[in-house]
């Protein structure tokens, strides 16, 4: 089995039907208070934003754009619910070739995210459920 293994988690992604909304909610109801302002990420039909925790990010996210990949979420969980778990990794190109060799289906080739480093998908079939980005962790 190769070296690759799995980082830190890096954010959970909660698509909703507004991030203005949401963000509120995780402000008032949860005393959040580092909260960033809203994002656009056309190439991936999101707008985002961030609530930023001590070990980790809850990541907002609305369709932005007509072909927005949580479109087809948010018709099944209207109110909005959890759409993924972000991990990160060293190498995303070896993240993506491990995955193949190990039978994943992964959505895309890499690609910026929201953090401006390389991100890929792997389908939620291969997850119990679960749509697991990946993410090449910022080099410090
Ligand atoms: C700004 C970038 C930011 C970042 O962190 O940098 C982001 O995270 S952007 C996040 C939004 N982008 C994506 O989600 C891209 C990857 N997603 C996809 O390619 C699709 O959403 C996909 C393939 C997961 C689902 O596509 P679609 O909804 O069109 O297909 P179905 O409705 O037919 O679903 C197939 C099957 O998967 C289940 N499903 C769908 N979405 C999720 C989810 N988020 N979590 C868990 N399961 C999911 C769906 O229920 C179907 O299951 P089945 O048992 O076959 O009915
Ligand atoms: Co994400």
New binding site residues.
Partial sequence: MSEFKIGPLN?V?V?VPSIEEAANTYRELYGAIDITEPGE?EA???R?CFVNLPNSQI?L?EPFGENS??V??LK?NPKGGQ??V?FEVDDIHEAKKVMEERGATV??EPRI???GTL?I?V???NSN???I?L?EAPKH
Avoid: Y
Wanted: glycine share 12%; net charge neutral; hydrophobic share 40%.
């Fill in positions: 954010h992604g698509a990420m991936q039909g999101v985002f990541e996210i990949p949580i087809n979420f099944k759409h993924h972000c959505l895309n995210g929201a953090h991100i998908f389908h939620p079939k459920g679960v749509l980005e993410m």
